[in-house]
């Protein structure tokens, strides 16, 4: 069964610094992997996402991911973190079909102090 | 344009009651997919409709119920509640059916058993 692995269950970042966020996935095939962002009384906004082709994914909000499928991982960066980037973030991993082949890891929560 | 819609934002019920949830889509939007989210944790899948047909669902109990009407818009009824049905019932539309399509999430329900 997949399953995904997010073992920061906190982070904290200084603002204007380096950012990244660890996400280990496990699955048999090439896997759809995406990255989703939650702000406090907010539903989930996505971020990027990977289905095939280059590694490097860009996203919204100055945020890129790689894959790296030797490594099970697929972490999230961002070069300089603003404060209205904390908020929760979630990796998620599925295969073609539906959103039930999706699974979410337990997310990690971004704190940026000034 | 108006993005995807749910309603009531809170809710407290007791244990035994039932609930119904309910989630406009996003316009031109045709599946409708169900998570519920518990504190501390991803959203989990419950249900996915695709024009009014039930495409997806999670490892939910049958008290976990779903339909989707023909203007596409759905309801999550939960009956016999328990104390850990409490958690954020989370909504998300697109446009396809296929987990390639982005899911846009509403703010979600929060639902508190006593």
């Known amino acids: 069964a997949q399953s995904v692995t997010q073992p920061d269950i906190h982070i904290t970042v200084s603002e204007g610094a380096s950012l990244e966020l660890r996400c280990n996935y496990s699955?048999?095939?090439?896997?759809?992997l995406f990255w989703y962002v939650q702000s406090p009384g907010q539903g989930l906004q996505l971020l990027l996402k990977?289905?095939?082709?280059?590694?490097l994914v860009q996203g919204i909000k100055g945020f890129e991911a790689e894959f790296k499928r030797s490594q099970s991982s697929f972490n999230l960066r961002k070069p300089s973190v603003h404060w209205s980037d904390a908020a929760e973030y979630f990796c998620?991993?599925?295969?073609?079909?539906?959103?039930?082949?999706?699974?979410f890891g337990t997310g990690t929560k971004l704190q940026v102090i000034p | 344009d108006a993005g995807v819609t749910q309603s009531p934002t809170h809710l407290i019920k007791t244990r035994g009651q039932q609930v119904t949830l309910r989630c406009s889509p996003i316009?031109?939007?045709?599946?409708v997919s169900w998570y519920q989210q518990v504190l501390g944790q991803g959203p989990q899948f419950i249900f996915q409709?695709?024009?009014?047909?039930?495409?997806g669902r999670g490892n939910f109990p049958d008290r976990f119920s779903a339909r989707q009407f023909p203007n596409y818009s759905s309801e999550l009824n939960v009956n016999a509640l328990l104390l850990g049905d409490s958690a954020l019932y989370l909504c998300?539309?697109?446009?396809?059916?296929?987990?390639?399509?982005?899911?846009?999430f509403g703010p979600g329900t929060r639902l508190t058993v006593l």
């Open positions: 998620a991993v599925g295969s073609p079909g539906g959103y039930q082949k999706v699974t």
């Open positions: 699955y048999g095939a090439t896997p759809y």
């Open positions: 990977y289905f095939s082709g280059d590694t």
């Open positions: 316009s031109g939007h045709k599946s």
């Open positions: 409709y695709y024009e009014k047909e039930e495409r």
């Open positions: 998300a539309s697109f446009l396809g059916s296929g987990s390639t399509d982005t899911q846009y």
